[in-house]
């Protein structure tokens, strides 16, 4: 860990945001929505056990191994969310129904029942706004450098859902433009790995947060990664699929800029407001 963290209005709680790795000069930036399962001592338990809250729906399993292990593999930043989305769910937009959810999975979560406006408006400004502009903070350098960019947004999805298995070994979600994550897909596949696209989630404008605000909203290059949990639920696993994506990724960029060019912010930037 950089020893860097970012904390909300109450600064009595833990940091909302930490942030592994170093700038190594690359294009990567690595963000995860879902690495964290702390929950604010003002909140308790939520009234969900810790045996639950273990489960995929307070965090992405083993999504924090992977992205540590790749940001030093990569030298990129990694920007962490530190609490569960069971408290705020950072890869939805302030409002979204599923942003503090009630019911997950078919357990009911009691400290989320009945939330007043000023309740959810608490926690959004602690927990989603401030790690929202820790991302945009460092997106922001880059552009004043005028260095080009690649976000890449870490998740992890539960091997079963709903009684159906999922075979996908990892899934690439892209909506607007998905250059880089067809590339980063047909490497994958070379593997011999089952990929999904826009499998088991497709990334839309109003189911997501974090690509459409960062990546699609500023032109900027992205991708977002789904890794199968039960890949990744232990260390040897997380290594794994840290050391193959830090060896593909780069092949990824490096095919989109012979393709596509190389797209730096500040041409991003100028292109997002032109949209």
């Avoid at 702390?38 to 965090?59: C, F, K, N, Q, T």
């Avoid at 609490?83 to 997950?104: E, F, M, Q, W």
């Amino acid at each position: 860990m950089t020893g860097e963290a970012v904390t909300g209005t109450n600064a009595k709680e833990p940091p909302c945001v930490a942030v592994y790795g170093t700038d190594g000069g690359g294009p990567f930036v690595l963000v995860s929505d879902h690495a964290g399962r702390a929950v604010p001592s003002y909140l308790g338990d939520l009234g969900v056990s810790a045996a639950e809250r273990a489960r995929h729906i307070g965090w992405d399993i083993g999504i924090d191994g992977v992205g540590r292990a790749l940001a030093q593999k990569l030298q990129a930043v990694l920007i962490e969310q530190v609490y569960s989305r069971l408290v705020i769910d950072c890869n939805r937009a302030p409002g979204h129904p599923t942003s503090i959810v009630k019911i997950s999975d078919g357990t009911s979560v009691p400290a989320n029942q009945d939330l007043t406006m000023e309740q959810r408006a608490y926690r959004e400004n602690t927990i989603l706004h401030p790690y929202h502009a820790r991302i945009t903070q460092e997106l922001d350098a880059r552009l004043k450098a005028g260095r080009p960019t690649v976000v890449v947004a870490l998740h992890s999805f539960t091997p079963e859902f709903g009684g159906v298995k999922r075979p996908w070994q990892v899934g690439l979600l892209h909506n607007h433009d998905k250059r880089l994550a067809i590339l980063l897909m047909d490497l994958l596949r070379k593997e011999g790995l089952t990929v999904g696209d826009n499998e088991p989630y497709a990334l839309t404008d109003t189911s997501d947060y974090t690509i459409p605000t960062h990546g699609e909203k500023r032109c900027l290059p992205h991708v977002e990664i789904e890794i199968r949990q039960d890949l990744i639920a232990h260390v040897a696993g997380q290594e794994e699929w840290a050391t193959r994506l830090a060896r593909l990724l780069p092949e990824a960029w490096a095919c989109f800029c012979q393709i596509y060019g190389t797209i730096t912010d500040e041409q991003a930037d100028a292109e997002g407001a032109i949209a």
